[in-house]
């Protein structure tokens, strides 16, 4: 079983910067990804970005594109999601998730391809 904490999550006005960690407990095998997702009220969850442990290969939402950075601490077992330039339509929760499935750039977007959730974090960006 994987457990995933969050952190980082808080309050900060637009055109501002938040940094997300995602610590996990799982071993970091060769197929291993990690992914964040974000749900706004009354709104379906949305890929924001993965990261494929193996090559660090990685994966975008196009809402978050030249904005969103996601990284890696392999000694860690932490994933990093940074957020640039954040608007009010990024406030939303932000779950960080993990899998061992092979992650393709078909395959990231995909909430039921991963196994292992955070409980979410708070973003919320004034205007």
């Known amino acids: 079983q994987v457990q995933l904490l969050e952190s980082g999550g808080g309050l900060v006005q637009a055109g501002g910067s938040l940094r997300l960690s995602c610590a996990s407990s799982g071993r970091t095998s060769s197929s291993y990804a990690m992914g964040w997702f974000r749900q706004a009220p009354g709104k379906e969850r949305e890929f924001v970005a993965a990261?494929?442990?193996?090559?660090?290969?990685?994966f975008y939402g196009d809402s978050v594109k030249g904005r969103f950075t996601i990284s890696r601490d392999n000694a860690k077992h932490t994933a990093y999601l940074q957020m640039n330039s954040l608007k009010p339509e990024d406030t939303a929760v932000y779950s960080c998730?993990?899998?061992?499935?092979?992650?393709?750039?078909?395959?990231?977007?995909?909430?039921?391809?991963?196994?292992?959730w955070g409980q979410g974090t708070q973003v919320t960006v004034s205007s």
């Open positions: 998730a993990a899998t061992y499935n092979p992650t393709t750039a078909q395959a990231a977007p995909v909430s039921w391809n991963y196994s292992f």
């Open positions: 990261i494929r442990w193996s090559d660090g290969n990685t």
